[in-house]
């Protein structure tokens, strides 16, 4: 089985992919963090993200894996693993503006490809799984709510570790980061058709993740008939 969960920056689409993988057993795979994977080896190599031609070699040649079970996914770069560097505001902006680069796109999603389908079953989430990484995914989700709401979900999770952010900043961000993804050229946001959208605006975690493991059970009963 694979299932796809789509949506914006603070959706919930990584707490809730971990949720779904653990209760079905399958194989999470953190498609952002693949992405921020790369934006620490520009980092780290003294690379600006506007070097197109320099990042793009990186992203083409950096041996990316994820490992481990959905709470304590382990993401290594060339055989060392650098899961807890990944969370940085810089690593997190660097990760953004990397990603509008087509070439870029286009060698994660072969490997997100190569790693989902030798997984057995595979819960991926991302802005293009649905449409572009993995189109004949079983399930496909969207998650979304409103910009103030994701923004208030991430500045919880972000100023434990940048105590100087601010909400506004985090809001900001947010609209750049809506921005960006849903204008690029190259795999847009966007909603597949057979896409089933969640709004959880004002739901808390517990019922979207209920309302997503019905519509499985459902698609599942399905195909077993």
């Known amino acids: 089985m694979i299932i796809a969960i789509d949506g914006p920056s603070g959706a919930g689409k990584s707490t809730l992919g971990r949720m779904i993988a653990r209760e079905l ?9 693949m992405y921020r994977a790369v934006a620490l080896a520009i980092i780290e190599a003294g690379l600006s993200s506007r070097d197109i031609p320099g990042v793009v070699r990186v992203a083409e040649s950096a041996q990316i894996n994820l490992a481990g079970d959905p709470d304590s996914l382990q993401v290594t770069l060339d055989g060392r693993d650098i899961t807890d560097k990944l969370r940085t505001e810089e690593v997190s902006h660097a990760a953004s503006v990397i990603s509008v680069i087509p070439e870029v796109r286009r060698a994660l999603v072969t490997r997100q490809r190569e ?14 799984i649905g449409t572009v990484v993995f189109p004949e995914a079983d399930i496909k989700f969207f998650l979304t709510a409103a910009p103030e709401e994701r923004a208030a979900r991430r500045y919880e999770e972000d100023r434990l570790r940048e105590r100087d952010l601010t909400f506004e900043e985090t809001l900001a961000d ?4 809506d921005q960006r993804d849903s204008t690029r050229a190259d795999s847009p946001l966007a909603i597949a058709e057979d896409g089933v959208v969640i709004d959880s605006t004002e739901l808390p975690i517990e019922a ?10 459902e698609r599942q009963t399905g195909q077993g008939n």
Do not use: C, K, P, Q
Request: overall charge neutral; aromatic content about 6%.
């Open 174 to 177: 947010i609209n750049t980061r």
């Open 115 to 128: 790693l989902g389908r030798h997984s057995g079953g595979v819960v991926l989430d991302g802005r293009d």
């Open 208 to 217: 979207v993740f209920e309302r997503m493991m019905e519509i499985i059970r």
């Open 25 to 33: 057993n399958l194989l999470y795979i953190d498609t952002g963090a």
